[in-house]
């Protein structure tokens, strides 16, 4: 099996872990991560270095490529466009938690994690490093463009698109033919029975508008190292 490594060992990174090693498709070698310290442990596998380590420790540990576990969608774009820079043809794979159902024709695009329980319906595409968290369900024919995420148990109708960068957050419900542009949120247990714009923070039952946000605006509380992450590069 290929060696590949986890971009963040934090909670979210745990979960991919549990995934690429129930998935067995990959040899997961250790984490890099650039706030914690190297030689330290998390879950039983090492800190590798970070990210400027990579020339070197792929050489070392020969990896084949890896996954970026960050599940702020700005934040995981950020650390992609770093890793590429860094490796212009570093390889980014998937992984697919073998709970996990997914339909005919179904396209995943490269660094996107599918968890446990997730339900994917016939004819839907799955951009680049996307994330349907644990018990999402996306019907037929949707679209998740780039960097989108859904939460945990969110369930989506059938043609549905989400665009670059959006996330729904835990419990939606949203029905069918509808699209959201991209840098949306929908906020946790909302109904959308309508389309939402881009760059719109928006939640109720049934949603509605709240503000406007920016690309890079944090919408999760969640792990130590996300919060770390977003902190520094809004203050870059």
């Known amino acids: 099996m290929h060696n590949i490594v986890i971009f963040g060992a934090s909670g979210h990174g745990s979960v991919v872990m549990d995934c690429v090693k129930k998935e067995g498709e990959y040899n997961f070698v250790g984490y890099i991560d650039s706030f914690q310290k190297k030689g330290r442990e998390h879950n039983g596998y090492p800190i590798l270095g970070n990210e400027y380590d990579l020339p070197y420790l792929i050489e070392k540990y020969n990896i084949h490529g890896g996954i970026v576990a960050i599940g702020d969608n700005w934040i995981r774009k950020i650390i992609v466009e770093r890793i590429i820079r860094i490796i212009s043809d570093f390889r980014f794979v998937s992984t697919v938690h073998p709970t996990a159902i997914v339909g005919m024709n179904v396209e995943i695009?490269?660094?996107?994690?599918?968890?446990?329980?997730?339900?994917?319906?016939a004819n839907s595409v799955i951009g680049n490093h996307c994330i349907l968290n644990t018990n999402s369900s996306f019907e037929h024919d949707g679209l998740l463009c780039d960097f989108s995420s859904l939460a945990p148990r969110v369930c989506v109708g059938g043609n549905f698109i989400l665009g670059t960068g959006s996330a729904i957050c835990l419990g939606t419900n949203i029905i069918?033919?509808?699209?959201?542009?991209?840098?949306?949120?929908?906020?946790?247990?909302?109904?959308?029975?309508?389309?939402?714009?881009?760059?719109?923070?928006?939640?109720g039952s049934p949603v509605k508008k709240i503000r406007n946000r920016i690309a890079g605006d944090p919408y999760l509380m969640g792990s130590r190292g996300d919060t770390n992450m977003i902190s520094l590069f809004r203050h870059r």
């Open 176 to 203: 069918e033919n509808i699209t959201i542009g991209k840098y949306t949120v929908i906020g946790a247990g909302s109904l959308v029975v309508g389309n939402v714009d881009s760059y719109v923070l928006a939640y």
């Open 109 to 121: 695009g490269h660094g996107s994690v599918v968890m446990p329980g997730v339900i994917i319906n």
